[in-house]
């Protein structure tokens, strides 16, 4: 036991800050909640009976009413019928009125009417009135029965001897009978109603009592539908039986035949208690209960089994467990939340030195508490400072580096540039070709002020389509305007930045390696744009004398070596400064056909 202990001590001391809280939270949770499902485990089946017995007994007392109403809508359809003036005159008929008559008369078709409209309510489906002329009246008898109206309510009494219900009004002196489906002949049933009321009377002709009865046939549909609805347990059956201990309705026939019980036995149990009674249907335990409709002296039977009421006990506590599962991931939370508010200022020094490894230095803010994590995290910000200071005096010796590159790159464009237009300026010089010199020394001019009049090295793509439209023009000069220039750049791109001097060496080897090593010395050159993702691609083709595979790949190398000298190397120092600037996806590409012509694609990044 000591060697256990030690080693949770270990353990626990060696373990995190947020451990610790985490673990001293959850048994604080716990525990509780083990003695809470020790103490109420063996209460929570009582409970879950209790509960249900009472929801039940709420359910009985809402569906005996409704029971009622429907016996009650049944008796009013017979007391409709049985005071009708129709009605009412046959049972003192004489032979002084003759049947022919009478079935054509108002009352009768007024009796037709109301029996259809009690039949279309829903609940009534029939109603037939059985009566026995005497014999010497046969033709009286017939007249009624078959008559195409009347006939579809009265039928002789012979049609309904043999029936279960006809047998009991013999041997009994009952006025009327609640009729389940096994009292109904097998007529009554399949054409009728599958139950019934009746009423037994008798009619007087010519002074003579005779038998009449009544039947007001419905449907036990709907008293099923009422105890269906108002069950409060899945399993349990609820069903009606009458005072001759048969069925009269119930929301399962099958369950109300497994859990049947005697008529005189539930007479005692309701005498003796109002509640629920445990009892044992063939080795079943259930809880019984009743519930009496007066009229016609029912009772409503409802059967509660056990085992549904375990699995509702085991079910709630399953929710019950869930739910405290849910309370300790709630807890975790919370234990997780606490810890952290302790200790996230350490959490946050270590996160900020992994960072470190990321090459990342962000200084912490400073903690206005002084205790020992407190000088840790300014002692953590006073090395930041430091480290971040060193990083950009670092990165600031690599800019001048790259800026540095980039003017000496430029600088060798420059004079390369001017030593070619001198030359031509000269060689007009010599032709005496004042005017023109005069037009050149402006171009010049304009030329070197579009070149010089910034501060900056960077322009934008107007100002470069003008500054190598004014080469064209000055080599045009030279070149008795053997050279076409044609421009098709969309106005939206033209305000984008581009570095200075990056379309003239182009087109100056165009001119020079293209199109004056024809045979015509004329030629076309074209410049277009165009936006490709976040890039401007610029196009630069002229149809001139091409050049071979092998001089393609040496060309932005700096190596390739050219008749007039001096032209590759400025292609090449441009490719390479703008890769300086921007870095290795940018810069120049060429793509040339021997005899064909040659296409040079400048990619830019496209700022503005």
Known sequence: MRYLYNVFRTHYRNSHLQTKFTFVLMIT??????????????????????????????????????IKATVDEVLD????????????????MTSEYSMNDLMSSADAQDFSDAVDLLQKQGLITNIRVYMDFPKAYVTEAEALYQDASMGR????????????????????????????????????????????????GSFLYEGHP?????????????????????????????????????????????LSGIYWLDYDAIRTFFMNSNNFVEQTILDRKVY??????????????????????????????????????????????????????????????ISQMRKVRQGTLVPMKESPDHDEIGDLI????????????????????????????????????????????????????????????SSAVQNLSRFYKLTLSRKTSISNISQEVE????????????????????????????????????????????????????ESKSGTIVLTAWMEGSDIILLISDDGVGMPVEKQKSILTGSGQSASGGTNIA???????????????????YHSQSGVGTEVQIRLPAHR
């Open 288 to 349: 019984a209960g009743f519930y009496s409709i007066t009229e016609p002296e029912w009772f409503m039977v409802t059967i509660l089994p056990a085992q549904p009421l375990v699995r509702k006990s085991n079910l709630l506590m399953l929710q019950f467990f869930l739910f405290y599962l849910f309370v300790i991931l709630l807890a975790l939370m919370l234990a997780s939340f606490l810890s952290r508010s302790i200790t996230h200022r350490i959490s946050s020094v």
């Open 77 to 92: 359809a017979y007391d409709k019928i049985s005071s009708h003036d129709f009605y009412k005159f046959l049972g003192h």
């Open 29 to 66: 949770v716990i525990l509780p909640a083990l003695m809470i499902v020790l103490f109420f485990y063996g209460r929570l089946y009582d409970m879950v009976v209790a509960d249900t017995i009472r929801r039940e007994q709420d359910a009985s007392a809402q569906t005996a009413p409704l």
């Open 378 to 437: 300014n002692t953590y910000n006073y090395m930041t400072k430091k480290m971040n200071l060193l990083m950009e005096q670092q990165a600031q010796a690599a800019e001048d580096l790259r800026v540095a590159e980039f003017k000496s790159l430029q600088a060798q464009i420059n004079p390369h540039f001017l030593y070619n237009t001198m030359d031509m300026i000269n060689w007009l010089a010599t032709q005496g070709r004042t005017s023109e010199i």
């Open 571 to 589: 292609v090449y120092n441009t490719h390479r400064r703008l890769q300086v600037l921007y870095g290795k996806d940018y810069g120049l590409s």
């Open 153 to 200: 309510y009265f039928a002789p009494v012979s049609q309904i001897r043999g029936t279960y219900w006809y047998g009991i009004f013999q041997g009994t002196h009952s006025t009327e009978l609640y009729c389940p489906s096994f009292y109904l002949g097998t007529l009554e049933k399949e054409s009728y109603g599958d139950s019934a009321y009746i009423h037994a």
């Open 467 to 518: 500054h190598v439209t004014i080469y064209v023009r000055l080599q045009n000069m030279r070149y008795h305007d053997s050279i076409t220039l044609i421009c098709d750049i969309p106005d939206e791109l033209t305000e984008y930045q581009i570095p200075k001097l990056t379309l003239q060496p182009v087109v100056e080897n165009a001119i020079l390696h293209g199109i004056l090593a024809k």
């Open 210 to 254: 005779y038998r009449i009865y009544t039947a007001v046939y419905y449907s036990s549909a709907r008293f099923s539908r009422i105890l269906s609805d108002h069950l409060a347990l899945k399993g349990s059956v609820s069903y009606i039986m009458n005072e001759r201990n048969s069925l009269v309705a119930s929301s399962n026939e099958s």
